[in-house]
């Protein structure tokens, strides 16, 4: 995502798709049709949904712009498999997949600095979420 491109449209949409693949990576890009919203409004949610709030370390849920406590994210998502450097599954010692909770895979894959719901200041190395 680039500096000052905003993640909700007019309709309150999100601007990008973010979508874990079955390697625990997540491939992001820009919505095409309403059908592709992350958002189910019927109440479903999905990891697509939020951003790791760091100074608080909340969860930035973005169609209605409210933090959530981790509990709260880990107990709507399930748990993501993770993978090693080469993208591949990682198993245990009984051979099934390692999961991590969803709040783990927010912290170290949509981590943000700074929240503001206006102008923000720029800083390297920081995701902007407005």
Not at 11 to 22: F, L, N, T
Not at 74 to 85: H, Q, S
Request: net charge negative.
């Amino acid at each position: 995502m680039s500096d000052g491109e905003s993640l909700w449209p007019a309709e309150h949409e999100p601007a990008h798709a973010y979508v874990v693949k079955g390697n625990g990576h997540a491939a992001a890009g820009k919505l095409r049709s309403k059908q592709q919203c992350s958002v189910d409004h019927a109440g479903a949610v999905s990891l697509a949904d939020f951003y790791a709030y760091m100074p608080m370390h909340n969860y930035i849920y973005v169609p209605t712009r409210e933090t959530w406590p981790a509990a709260s994210v880990n107990g709507r998502i399930p748990p993501v498999p993770l993978v090693d450097a080469a993208s591949e599954p990682v198993f245990n010692e009984e051979d099934k997949p390692v999961k991590q909770k969803a709040s783990t895979w927010l912290d170290k894959n949509k981590p943000v600095k700074q929240m503001t719901w206006g102008a923000w200041a720029a800083h390297a190395d920081s995701e902007p979420v407005n």
